[in-house]
Structure formats: C-alpha cells, structure tokens
C-alpha cells in the first residue's frame, strides 16, 4: 500500500485516553492569550496524553511555529516519537495487527490468546521502537475501554475489550498526525522539565491527573507514580514560578468544590490566579441526571477582570478599527454584567454560552453587546448598530472614534462633539 498517496486530513487524537480534552476546548479558547493568534508564542503540553488540544491548537492557529509536549509515560512518547519520525513503518506494523486480529472475529478464544501474546510482547519491551509504539496502539484500541494501566513492575495489566472489528490503523489520520509533530519538540519526563526548552514567550497548557472527585472514582493512574494532593502542590508551585517568569499558562483540573461546597482545596491553591468554573459533560456517572452537572476548573494566570477594560481614553490604539464603535467611559464590574437574552432578537452564537464564558471575551478586541444593567449595554465593533437598534436602545454614552463615518451613516443622528450617541 502507497501510504504517501493518502491525502492528509484533519488530525485528531490517534489513541483513546481517559480525561481526553475534546469537550473543553471552546473554554480553552476564551482563556487563551489575546494576542495568540499574532505574538510568536511556544506551546508547551506538559501532561500531554492522547494531545487533543495539541492537534486544536496546531491547527487553529499557524502562527505558532514550535511546541513542546511531554507526558511522564515513555510508551506513550515512544509512540509520538515514532508517528513524527517513521511513521510509514509504523502504519505497516499496525495494517498487520489490523489483519491478523479482524480474522480471528469468529473465533473468540484465539482472538483473546492473540491479545494476551501480543500484551506479553508489549511487556517484554524488548522489540524495535516502531513495533513497540504499534502494540502500543493495538492494545489502546483493544484493550478494554481504551485504559492505560500498568503495575508496580510497569506491566500493561489491561484486560481485552469487547470489541468486533476496531479500527486499529487509521493511516490517513497518523500521517496528518506525523505531518503536524514536525514542529514539536517531544520530551519524556516530569513535566518540570519542559521549562529548560523554553525560549520566549510560552504558553503552557496543563493538563495533569484530576483529584479524585472521591476515593472511588480514582482514575488518575495513567503511570506507576501516584499524583496526589503534594503532587498538585508542587505543581501550582511550578505554576507560581511561571508566572513570576511572565510565561502564561492555563490549567484545569476537577472541581473538587462542586462533590463538598466545603472543599477549597483549589480555590485556596490558586487564589493569586483566575479560577473559572466551567460546563462538562463526563461519562463518569452512570446517572445521566448527574452526568450532566459537574462543573471543572480552567485556571489562568492572566490577570483577574475585575473591571471591564472599557476605558480607553487612548484612542489611538484603536485607529486599526476601519469602522466606528463606541466604548464605555465607565469602569464596569464583571460581576454587575447580567446578560438579558430577551433583548437579543439577532443570532449570536457567543450569547448562547455562559456568562462565566462571556466574561473572558472582554479584552480591547471584541466587545458583545450585553446588558451591563438595565441602562447600559456595552456593543462590539460589528454588532453595535443593529443591536443597539433591536434592543430598542435610546442612547448610549460613548467615546467615538471616527466620527466621519458615523456622521454619513443615515442611521444615526449625531453632532460631532456629541458625547451621546442617539439612535
Ligand atoms: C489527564 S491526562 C492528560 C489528558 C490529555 N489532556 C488528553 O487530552 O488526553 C494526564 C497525563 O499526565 C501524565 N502524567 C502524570 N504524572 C506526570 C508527571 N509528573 N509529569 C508529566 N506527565 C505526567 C499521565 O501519563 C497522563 O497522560
């Protein structure tokens, strides 16, 4: 088979990993830097995993030309190491694997002695890197639940799932995979080690091992070393170096205040830092009612927002704008926003979110028309005259810039020392 002739496509995670951060992304999104998308930033994934923010980020933003990961687990990295750097050896391994394993469907007691013989060649980590990382993978997709768990002599002590037919090499998907690790720095090790990689401006998304939200729903051994509370210590202490160091970072981990509203372990943590509650749904709860409710933390670094950034008396630092848009001249409390969807009658995705959400969008780029209270409204750069008109809104006080435009737009009726805007 030409695996160079298949054409590369969206990639995505190519192994299933417990605390896989598809789900969180758009929350990620609103906690990035707001310059991400221009500033030259590293991007380093300590606690990387299956690296479902990795491949977002790789690809949603192009701009970053060089990230790092690392993950503690060395089967892992292998795996990683291998897609970026022969990966055609590896699809060939795993197009063997697919074969052998598809044949044994009808005869469930060879496929189970297939599995445990290529889970004792996996133990015996004794066969080259590319087939080492192949049963790696062959057992992910195999193994029961897509779990990682070894014991004490770091044997892979995973039973077989139940599974028909599994995908078990998704050639298009690995080479996408490889094709996008050519800009990442792999590292194995714990995961303070990735700052002596680091040149610059970085960006460091952590994504550990979650508390236990209780003594049974311990999930959290993805290796032979435990991560427990002194773990998270030490980890906010690295967060604290960070930030004393001016690189960003964003962390989540499970809110361990929403199980016991007495438990501050991480509002106490990271007090000196943001801390955002935000939705999840995890298939963690066999109880669809309480799947649904559990929040998580994404904690940031970047400076709490308190206040609005709304007064800008500075205005050149908007003349990027090509078109009008007003600000508040007052300083307005997040905590005063209260989102009246009722006066909204245009469609905006973003309004449909959290004002939790909401809240992180306010930087000097982008500004939602929101009910401040039942005065005030604050308006974005494209929303502003069609929004303040369907919400009926009589007036707004405002700092225009560019008041030319205004002025020959027939919708307004405005004086050019005006500080009211009057629709
Ligand atoms: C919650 S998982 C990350 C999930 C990942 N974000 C994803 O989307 O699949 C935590 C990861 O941290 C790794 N890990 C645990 N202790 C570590 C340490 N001290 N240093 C680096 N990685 C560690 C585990 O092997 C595991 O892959």
New binding site residues.
């Given amino acids: 088979m030409r695996n160079e002739l298949l054409i590369p496509m969206q990639a995505k ?1 190519f192994l299933k ?5 598809t789900q969180l992304i758009n929350d990620i999104e609103k906690a990035l830097p707001h310059d991400f998308r221009q500033q030259n930033y590293t991007y380093v994934e ?8 990795l491949f977002w980020i790789l690809q949603n933003y192009p701009n970053i030309q060089h990230a790092i990961i ?4 060395a089967d ?1 990295i292998n795996a990683y190491r291998i897609i970026a750097k022969q990966p055609n050896e590896l699809i060939e391994v795993l197009q063997q694997l697919e074969h052998e394993f598809h044949a044994l469907v009808n005869q469930p007691e060879q496929k189970k002695e297939y599995y445990y013989e290529k889970r004792t060649a996996f133990n015996s980590r004794s066969t080259d890197l590319a087939t080492q990382a192949g049963l790696f993978i062959f057992l992910n997709r195999t193994c029961f639940n897509g779990l990682f768990r070894v014991n004490k002599n770091n044997a892979f002590n995973v039973p077989m799932g139940d599974y028909k037919k599994p995908t078990i090499c998704d050639a298009p998907n690995l080479l996408a995979v490889s094709e996008l690790l050519q800009r990442v720095e792999i590292l194995n ?3 303070q080690a990735t700052l002596d990689h680091v040149n610059g401006d970085a960006l460091f998304y952590f ?4 508390k236990p939200l209780s003594k049974t729903s311990s999930f959290n051994s ?2 032979k ?1 435990e ?1 427990d509370d002194n ?1 998270q210590i030490r980890l906010r202490d690295f967060c604290q170096q960070l930030d004393q160091l001016n690189h960003k970072w964003i962390l989540s981990n499970s809110d361990v205040r929403g199980k016991d509203p007495n438990d501050d372990f991480f509002d106490d943590l990271y007090q000196a830092f943001t801390i955002s509650r935000v939705h999840a749904t995890r298939m963690i709860n066999a109880n669809a009612d309480k799947r649904g409710k559990l929040t998580e933390l994404l904690i940031t670094n970047q400076p709490k927002k308190d206040y609005l950034p709304v007064i800008k008396m500075n205005i050149d630092m908007f003349t990027k704008f090509d078109k009008p848009y007003w600000v508040f001249k007052e300083k307005v409390n997040v905590d005063d926003i209260k989102i009246d969807k009722s006066l909204m009658s245009f469609d905006n995705p973003i309004l449909n979110s959290t004002l939790n959400n909401i809240k992180y969008y306010f930087d000097e780029v982008f500004w939602l028309p929101i009910t401040v209270n039942k005065d005030f409204y604050l308006l974005d750069g494209q929303h502003r005259l069609t929004a303040a008109k369907q919400m009926n809104l009589k007036y707004i006080d405002v700092v225009i810039q560019n008041t030319e435009l205004l002025e020959n737009n027939e919708d307004t009726k405005i004086t050019k020392k005006s500080k009211k805007f009057i629709l």
Avoid: M, Q, R, T
Avoid at 46 to 53: E, H, L
Avoid at 70 to 73: A, G, K, L, P
Avoid at 207 to 210: L, N, W
């Fill in positions: 995670p990993w417990a605390g896989g951060k300590p606690f990387v995993g299956s690296g479902a923010v690392n993950d503690i687990n892992l090790g714990d995961y994504d550990p091992p979650y993805y290796a070393e991560f773990e």
